[in-house]
């Protein structure tokens, strides 16, 4: 997962574009919206992150860098 790709995303598309990005990569179709990444398996990493990011912004009411410390912190302890 490349960090600045993950906030580019956030930045620059809404939670409907993110999701359509990510359904479309499940269902094997080019998403509409341009998501960086190696392969397909990469940019769904960037485009699933961006999602649980922004999506713990808006519950909690958190600026980027405080969901996106979250976000690493939930990797971590999920890979440990």
Request: proline share 5%.
């Given at each position: 997962?490349?960090?600045p790709v993950v906030k580019k995303l956030i930045n620059e598309y809404s939670m409907e574009q993110l999701e359509a990005a990510e359904n479309a990569i499940l269902e094997e179709v080019e998403p509409i919206i341009k998501i960086e990444g190696e392969d397909e398996g990469e940019q769904l990493t960037h485009v699933m992150a961006a999602i649980w990011i922004k999506r713990d912004m808006?519950?909690?009411?958190?600026?980027?860098?405080?969901?996106?410390?979250?976000?690493?912190?939930k990797v971590r302890k999920s890979i440990s």
């Open positions: 997962m490349k960090i808006e519950q909690n009411d958190l600026p980027l860098n405080k969901s996106l410390r979250n976000y690493t912190e």
